[in-house]
């Protein structure tokens, strides 16, 4: 049986898109994130649902150490056969952490952590031990691209800097402020996704890596570090109209969540390698990420970096 595993598969877009693979297309799965309970719970959920395998993988992203835990168990079970295979890692966990800067268990700045490095290192541990035909998509957003009202609203991105971004605001500097921290981690897995479609086809393999922006969806967790007046005129229809008016990207759990499940296991994707894709306004289509992020040597530079910040052994930069 096919498997996923999806980082933060058990609430928001990544548990729809668990219950879109489990009930569509009868995939096992991986529930890998930080809330044991909450994982549980959705993992009971989609076995009564679907009558498929589902594991659970305690992950925080922010933290090296537990991406390397994540990944040995990972490995251990595929080893064993408790699963079949590995057929798409969905590297779809992430936030937006306002007010003061905060840092990682390992000092680096806990957006960039969250939702760009430990993506990178678990993508480095497990790419190996996918099927030839595996997908990689990491959930970006159209908030990367500052020459569009994603971008403008929310922050336009810096450079994708690996060092400045992970220790931005140390030895008292001024720190880049939450959006912009939020949009240029978005961006930087926009490049990491580019850098590792012709790292893999250099390789001879043909596994497929993708970027993916599911829309702005207010109802989801992502804006649980705002004021609660904000959190919830987020939510409003006023806002959800006000915001389409705009020419945000808007997406919902339910679609968004149904199209990630799409690129991950839809045979129309195979050929998806390098691309960016887009849940907007109810459909799901290819499209142009920001002009920046077809820039290869930037995504080399920043990829170098990462190997480093992400403390990788020789024989783990293979990719």
Not at 65 to 75: E, G, K, L, N
Not at 199 to 208: A, D, F, I, N
């Amino acid at each position: 049986m096919p498997t996923a595993v999806i980082t933060g598969g058990h609430s928001g877009i990544g548990y729809s898109c668990a219950r879109h693979l489990a009930s569509h297309y009868k995939w096992d799965l991986v529930l890998a994130g930080r809330s044991p309970e909450k994982m549980n719970k959705a993992a009971e959920e989609l076995r009564q649902e679907a009558g498929i395998n589902v594991t659970t993988l305690a992950l925080d992203t922010s933290s090296l150490a537990s991406v390397r835990a994540a990944a040995a168990q990972c490995i251990t079970i595929l080893g064993n056969g408790k699963l079949a295979s590995l057929d798409a890692l969905l590297c779809n966990a992430g936030g937006r952490f306002d007010g003061p800067v905060s840092y990682s268990d390992d000092g680096y700045e806990v957006t960039f952590a969250s939702n760009c490095l430990g993506h990178f290192l678990l993508t480095c541990l497990l790419a190996d031990h996918m099927v030839p035909t595996g997908r990689i998509v990491f959930t970006a957003s159209g908030t990367h691209d500052p020459d569009t009202i994603d971008g403008k609203l929310v922050g336009a991105v810096v450079e994708p800097d690996a060092d400045v971004l992970a220790n931005t605001g140390k030895d008292g500097s001024k720190s880049i402020s939450a959006g912009k921290r939020y949009s240029t981690s978005k961006l930087c897995n926009v490049l990491n996704a580019y850098e590792l479609h012709r790292r893999l086809r250099k390789s001879g393999s043909s596994t497929v890596a993708l970027a993916f922006d599911p829309g702005s969806i207010p109802d989801t967790e992502f804006l649980r570090t705002l004021p609660t007046p904000v959190q919830w005129l987020a939510k409003t229809a006023f806002m959800t109209w006000f915001s389409r008016r705009l020419g945000v990207t808007m997406g919902s759990v339910g679609f968004s969540g149904a199209s990630l499940a799409r690129l991950a296991a839809d045979p129309g994707y195979a050929n998806g390698s390098g691309k960016y894709f887009q849940s907007n306004g109810g459909k799901l289509i290819e499209t142009r990420s920001s002009t920046m992020s077809y820039d290869k040597d930037r995504a080399t530079k920043f990829w170098n970096q990462m190997e480093v910040l992400a403390r990788l052994q020789p024989e783990e930069a293979r990719l």
